[in-house]
């Protein structure tokens, strides 16, 4: 299973770090993709890493905003949140898809491939 957390109160133009820490199977053999969902909207992702960490992805929103790093040894994925605005607001999934090679890219355009998802944690942005 997944667990998130590190969301809350914060406000604009503020930082936030979240956490999504895997227990029950390896998290160095999936990539890891965080979703969101705010009130009244469809789930949209957000970001996503490679199982080797070096391929990474961003929904052009968060671009030069947010940064995603894993630490494996630690099963651990985090999302970075930098700058946030009021319409970051949302609840934050993360979750995993087991991806056989190494390297390769990671997508949140199909979430319905990820197979583990965390519950989720609320991020609120205060303006």
């Known amino acids: 299973q997944l667990q998130a957390s590190g969301g809350g109160l914060v406000q604009a133009g503020g930082s936030a770090r979240l956490s999504c820490v895997a227990s029950g199977f390896t998290l160095a053999e999936y990539a890891i993709g965080w979703f969101r969902q705010a009130p009244g909207k469809e789930r949209e992702g957000v970001s996503c890493?490679?199982?080797?960490?070096?391929?990474?992805y961003y929904s052009d929103s968060m671009k030069g905003r947010f940064t995603i790093s894993r630490d494996n040894a630690k099963n651990t994925v985090y999302l970075q949140m930098n700058s946030l605005k009021p319409e970051d607001t949302a609840v934050y999934f993360c979750?995993?898809?087991?991806?056989?090679?190494?390297?390769?890219?990671?997508?949140?355009?199909?979430?319905?491939?990820?197979?583990?998802w965390g519950q989720g944690t609320q991020v609120t942005v205060s303006s």
């Open positions: 979750a995993a898809v087991r991806l056989l090679a190494l390297r390769a890219p990671c997508s949140v355009h199909s979430s319905g491939r990820y197979k583990y």
């Open positions: 890493i490679s199982r080797s960490a070096d391929l990474t």
